[in-house]
């Protein structure tokens, strides 16, 4: 039996035919094509994954593809607008806060939903935010301050 899917993602309207089972993670990466998200560990506990969905931060591995039905779902994909990087991706290449970009997506996507509901925070709310996100390859100092940097040339846009 499958199922039918009808939602938006990134200010798209898509739909797509999946097996009920079939997790969010798959449907966007193996039917729609959108391979920035990654799986890491299956169990939502690396952030790897990260989305949102109407706005709030998931780990898209743990939710199914039915339940994005009717909603809006955000991808790193979404982020750049056509050539020109999202600041935040410009942020991550300037302070090289990247290295084997495993992460780089989830951690982008979940720095993103947290500028949107707090354009100015501290190190710290910074640090909690993407306590969910884990990084094998760099220090998360540089990943700090790039989300900083990119906070401030947010406010001053």
Known sequence: MSITVSTSVNGDAVEFVCPPEETLLDALRNRLGLTGAKEGCGTGDC????????GRLVCSCLVLAAE??????????????GDKLHPLQQAF???????????????????????????EPSDEEVRFWLAGNLCRCTGYDKIVRAVQAAAAEMRRA
């Open 68 to 81: 994005a039905e009717g909603q809006e779902i955000g991808t790193i994909e979404g982020l750049a607008q």
């Open 93 to 119: 290449i300037d302070h090289a806060a990247l290295q084997c970009g495993v992460c780089t997506p989830g951690i982008l996507v979940a720095a993103d939903a947290l500028l949107k509901q707090n354009p």
């Open 47 to 54: 952030g790897a994954c990260s989305v949102t969905l109407n």
